[in-house]
């Protein structure tokens, strides 16, 4: 009886000076499928590298990211455009990150080679519903669009269609990085999608008001170039703090923006 007492007595001993193991600390990212595909997992290595805190990729668009993260359910959301008042006011915090090239893309049997944000927005509104009218050839458009609450759609909307709604016709993509795909299958067909998930065969880009889709051109915005740029940023619940204050410094040193660099535009 005495031994067994004994025993009891170690046990507890041994559980009181174990050492403790804490479960690895982990960060929680969903959002904006160009953040997701191509910034998140680089930036995430180097900072798990240099601190031992894993960081968890989710796509979902900008819209679901920003709705996880209001139910907690993740630290940070990516989004591809700005946050509205409203937003704001639930007490959402946006990290301005750089711009992404929104560009449009055609059919590459389609001989159209510039188009002006006009133009565009006759397009995207259903206004003009024939390439001929637009100086093309005597074909039907067939305008394909992202998914509602993507970053994508918001920026179409935002900055071609302005006051005006898409057109009823549209051919809605599930997937946003699948829209190009949907283009090269309709000799008509024009979509506007971020310049960095465009890798589908029998596409092509064209100009807008005469000005090429490239990162120099957007950088130069404020200039009045390239006039189709999507803000890229990282949204938070409040200021962020402890891990996740540090993971932003990361993404806003020179190094981040070397990372941003590789596929959108970083803020200078």
């Not at 595909?37 to 989710?58: G, K, Y």
């Not at 301005?96 to 389609?110: E, K, M, P, S, T």
């Amino acid at each position: 009886m005495l031994f067994l007492r004994n025993i009891g007595f170690f046990v507890i001993i041994t559980l009181f000076l174990a050492p403790s193991v804490h479960a690895e600390e982990v960060l929680r990212y969903a959002g904006a499928t160009t953040l997701q595909r191509f910034f998140m997992p680089e930036a995430a290595r180097l900072f798990s590298d240099e601190t031992a805190v894993r960081i968890r990729i989710e796509g979902g668009n900008t819209g679901p990211g920003i709705s996880a993260l209001l139910r907690n359910e993740v630290n940070m959301a990516g989004a591809g455009r700005h946050l509205t008042e409203q937003e704001k006011k639930q007490g959402l915090v946006e990290h301005f990150l750089g711009w992404d090239v929104l560009a449009i893309v055609v059919n590459q049997q389609n001989p159209i080679n510039n188009l002006t944000l006009d133009q565009l927005q006759s397009i995207f509104s259903g206004a003009v519903t024939n390439w001929k009218d637009v100086g093309g050839e005597d074909r039907t458009i067939v305008v394909v669009t992202a998914r509602r609450g993507s970053g994508m759609r918001n920026a179409v909307k935002s900055m071609v269609l302005k006051e005006k709604e898409f057109l009823s016709r549209e051919i809605v993509s599930a997937i946003v990085a699948e829209l190009d795909q949907q283009v090269s299958l309709f000799p008509g067909a024009i979509t506007a999608l971020s310049r960095s998930m465009i890798d589908a065969p029998k596409v092509k880009l064209v100009k807008v008001n005469g000005v090429e889709p490239t990162a120099a051109n957007i950088a130069n915005i404020s200039n009045g170039n390239y006039p189709l740029a999507k803000p890229l940023a990282l949204i938070t619940k409040g200021e962020p703090e402890g891990e996740l204050a540090r993971f932003l410094l990361l993404v806003k040193s020179p190094r981040g923006k070397a990372i941003l660099n590789q596929r959108f535009v970083a803020i200078k």
